[in-house]
């Protein structure tokens, strides 16, 4: 079983930057392909992005494409979610996931198996 602790939420102001971190534990964090989803309040989970386990590949949902980037630091077993550019619509719940499989440009939330507890973003205007 992997534990998944998320950290760097907050409030920011449009336009603004915050950078997610996601601490794994309790499995080789190096065999781990890692995701980031999101869920805003009466919306259904949505996929933000996704980094493979050496880092060379990622994949973005359209709507954050170019404004948030993913990295990783296997020796801090670790996953970074960058956010520029917010948008007020970028306010959610985002939870850090491992995913099932590799190869696909976009991840529902059955692809994960494990899931954190999720840190809140909220972007005001």
């Known amino acids: 079983q992997v534990q998944l602790v998320e950290s760097g939420g907050g409030s920011v102001q449009v336009g603004g930057s915050l950078r997610l971190s996601c601490a794994a534990s309790?499995?080789?964090?190096?065999?781990?392909?890692m995701a980031w989803f999101r869920e805003a309040p009466g919306k259904e989970r949505e996929f933000v992005g996704a980094?493979?386990?050496?880092?060379?590949?990622?994949a973005y949902g359209d709507s954050v494409k170019g404004r948030f980037t993913l990295s990783r630091d296997n020796a801090k077993s670790t996953v970074y979610l960058q956010m520029n550019s917010l948008r007020p619509e970028d306010t959610a719940v985002y939870y850090c996931?491992?995913?099932?499989?590799?190869?696909?440009?976009?991840?529902?939330?059955?692809?994960?198996?494990?899931w954190g507890q999720g840190t809140q973003v909220t972007v005001s205007s």
């Open positions: 309790g499995r080789t964090f190096t065999t781990l392909n």
């Open positions: 996931a491992t995913l099932r499989w590799w190869g696909a440009r976009s991840y529902p939330p059955a692809s994960a198996s494990n």
């Open positions: 980094i493979s386990w050496t880092g060379s590949s990622t």
